[in-house]
């Protein structure tokens, strides 16, 4: 049975920093789209990043968190990150992560695209 399971969620001041995981069972981390999403109260699921886990591990990321967040994979590990630096206070929401057994080519942002997701891991960010 597939499962994604995301943990490092908390509260910090702005300004701060959090490391995300999304470990995977049920299959394994080689050649996937794994993408990274939130969901502020009142708004809808939006991809912050993503990464492709075969080749050379290409990256994906929103303009908002481009210089802050880096998308990174433990295939050994069967987890993928998410280093979150500089966080703002329009950085809160809930975290998910999100498989589809594809390339993440035009569609990483996409939430409909992908077939697997977390439960989510919270993120407060406090001015």
């Known amino acids: 049975q597939v499962q994604l399971v995301e943990s490092g969620g908390g509260s910090v001041e702005a300004g701060g920093s959090l490391r995300l995981s999304c470990t995977a069972s049920g299959f394994t981390y080689s050649s996937i789209c794994v993408g990274w999403f939130r969901q502020a109260p009142g708004k809808t699921r939006e991809g912050v990043a993503a990464?492709?886990?075969?080749?050379?591990?290409?990256?994906y990321y929103d303009d908002p968190v481009k210089g802050r967040f880096t998308i990174s994979q433990d295939n050994a590990k069967n987890t993928v990150y998410l280093q979150m630096n500089n966080l703002k206070p329009e950085d809160t929401a809930m975290y998910y992560c999100a498989v589809r057994h594809d390339s993440c080519y035009y569609t990483w942002a996409t939430p409909a695209a992908f077939n697997y997701w977390g439960q989510g891991t919270q993120v407060t960010v406090s001015s």
């Open positions: 990464i492709y886990t075969g080749g050379v591990g290409r990256q």
